[in-house]
Protein backbone atom coordinates (compact mmCIF):
# COMPACT_ATOMS: atom_id res chain seq x y z
CA UNK A 1 0.00 0.00 0.00
CA UNK A 2 2.81 1.96 1.04
CA UNK A 3 6.49 1.78 0.66
CA UNK A 4 9.24 4.25 2.24
CA UNK A 5 12.89 4.78 1.76
CA UNK A 6 15.10 6.66 3.56
CA UNK A 7 18.35 7.90 3.09
CA UNK A 8 21.08 10.33 4.50
CA UNK A 9 22.59 8.11 7.15
CA UNK A 10 26.60 8.09 7.66
CA UNK A 11 29.59 8.21 9.61
CA UNK A 12 30.07 11.58 11.45
CA UNK A 13 32.02 12.65 14.63
CA UNK A 14 30.22 13.71 17.66
CA UNK A 15 28.50 17.43 17.91
CA UNK A 16 28.11 16.97 13.42
CA UNK A 17 24.62 17.38 11.48
CA UNK A 18 23.09 15.04 9.73
CA UNK A 19 19.26 14.42 7.36
CA UNK A 20 17.52 11.71 7.09
CA UNK A 21 15.28 11.69 4.38
CA UNK A 22 12.52 9.52 4.25
CA UNK A 23 9.97 9.33 0.75
CA UNK A 24 6.59 7.62 0.27
CA UNK A 25 5.40 6.24 -2.25
CA UNK A 26 2.14 4.29 -3.45
CA UNK A 27 -0.94 5.14 -1.52
CA UNK A 28 0.52 8.12 0.23
CA UNK A 29 -3.17 10.26 0.74
CA UNK A 30 -3.50 7.47 3.12
CA UNK A 31 -0.99 8.48 5.04
CA UNK A 32 -2.07 10.02 8.45
CA UNK A 33 1.61 10.80 10.61
CA UNK A 34 4.68 10.09 9.81
CA UNK A 35 7.48 9.42 12.10
CA UNK A 36 11.44 8.32 13.21
CA UNK A 37 12.38 5.68 15.47
CA UNK A 38 15.68 4.28 16.02
CA UNK A 39 17.22 0.73 16.91
CA UNK A 40 20.97 -0.19 18.73
CA UNK A 41 22.21 -3.29 18.38
CA UNK A 42 20.51 -5.69 21.39
CA UNK A 43 18.22 -2.45 22.42
CA UNK A 44 14.25 -2.04 21.68
CA UNK A 45 12.98 0.01 19.19
CA UNK A 46 12.64 3.62 20.39
CA UNK A 47 10.68 6.50 19.53
CA UNK A 48 12.32 9.46 18.08
CA UNK A 49 9.84 11.92 16.71
CA UNK A 50 6.68 12.03 14.83
CA UNK A 51 4.87 14.74 12.47
CA UNK A 52 1.07 14.90 11.59
CA UNK A 53 0.69 15.00 7.62
CA UNK A 54 -0.54 18.39 8.23
CA UNK A 55 2.16 19.84 9.97
CA UNK A 56 0.01 20.66 12.95
CA UNK A 57 1.50 18.57 15.32
CA UNK A 58 5.36 17.46 16.69
CA UNK A 59 6.20 14.99 19.03
CA UNK A 60 9.71 14.49 20.37
CA UNK A 61 11.20 12.16 23.01
CA UNK A 62 13.40 14.07 25.73
CA UNK A 63 16.69 12.86 24.85
CA UNK A 64 16.43 14.66 21.44
CA UNK A 65 14.45 17.63 21.25
CA UNK A 66 17.03 19.77 21.33
CA UNK A 67 19.24 18.98 18.70
CA UNK A 68 16.65 17.17 16.28
CA UNK A 69 14.02 18.70 14.25
CA UNK A 70 11.26 16.55 11.95
CA UNK A 71 9.82 18.01 9.06
CA UNK A 72 7.71 17.30 6.01
CA UNK A 73 7.22 18.61 2.37
CA UNK A 74 4.19 17.19 1.63
CA UNK A 75 4.56 17.82 -2.13
CA UNK A 76 7.37 15.33 -2.10
CA UNK A 77 5.98 12.50 0.15
CA UNK A 78 9.01 13.37 2.10
CA UNK A 79 10.00 13.33 5.78
CA UNK A 80 13.34 14.64 7.09
CA UNK A 81 14.90 14.59 10.24
CA UNK A 82 17.44 17.25 11.00
CA UNK A 83 20.00 15.69 13.62
CA UNK A 84 22.33 18.34 15.30
CA UNK A 85 24.75 18.19 17.86
CA UNK A 86 25.06 14.10 17.33
CA UNK A 87 26.48 12.31 20.47
CA UNK A 88 28.00 8.84 20.47
CA UNK A 89 24.36 7.46 22.09
CA UNK A 90 22.54 8.53 18.66
CA UNK A 91 24.33 5.55 17.03
CA UNK A 92 21.29 3.34 15.73
CA UNK A 93 19.35 2.65 12.92
CA UNK A 94 17.10 4.65 12.43
CA UNK A 95 13.78 3.70 10.69
CA UNK A 96 11.54 5.83 9.20
CA UNK A 97 7.68 4.63 9.44
CA UNK A 98 3.81 5.87 8.72
CA UNK A 99 0.29 5.21 9.85
CA UNK A 100 -2.91 5.37 8.52
CA UNK A 101 -4.87 6.53 11.69
CA UNK A 102 -4.37 8.36 14.29
CA UNK A 103 -2.74 6.27 16.81
CA UNK A 104 -0.15 6.25 20.22
CA UNK A 105 2.40 8.07 17.88
CA UNK A 106 5.07 6.74 20.72
CA UNK A 107 4.30 3.15 20.39
CA UNK A 108 6.19 1.60 17.07
CA UNK A 109 3.09 -1.41 16.73
CA UNK A 110 1.11 0.91 16.04
CA UNK A 111 2.84 1.94 12.59
CA UNK A 112 1.23 0.48 9.85
CA UNK A 113 4.23 1.01 7.07
CA UNK A 114 8.23 0.80 8.02
CA UNK A 115 11.35 1.74 6.00
CA UNK A 116 14.42 -0.55 5.68
CA UNK A 117 16.44 1.67 7.99
CA UNK A 118 19.64 4.09 7.43
CA UNK A 119 22.55 3.16 9.85
CA UNK A 120 23.45 6.63 11.65
CA UNK A 121 26.90 6.01 13.23
CA UNK A 122 28.57 8.72 15.53
CA UNK A 123 32.45 8.16 16.88
CA UNK A 124 33.63 10.18 19.72
Known amino acids: QVQLVESGGGLVQAGDSLRLSCTASGRTFSIYAMGWFRQAPGKERDFVTA????????YYADSVKDRFTISRDNAKNTVYLQMNSLKPEDTAVYYC?????????????????WGQGTQVTVSS
Open 51 to 58: ISWSGART
Open 97 to 113: AATRRNTNYLVHNDYDY
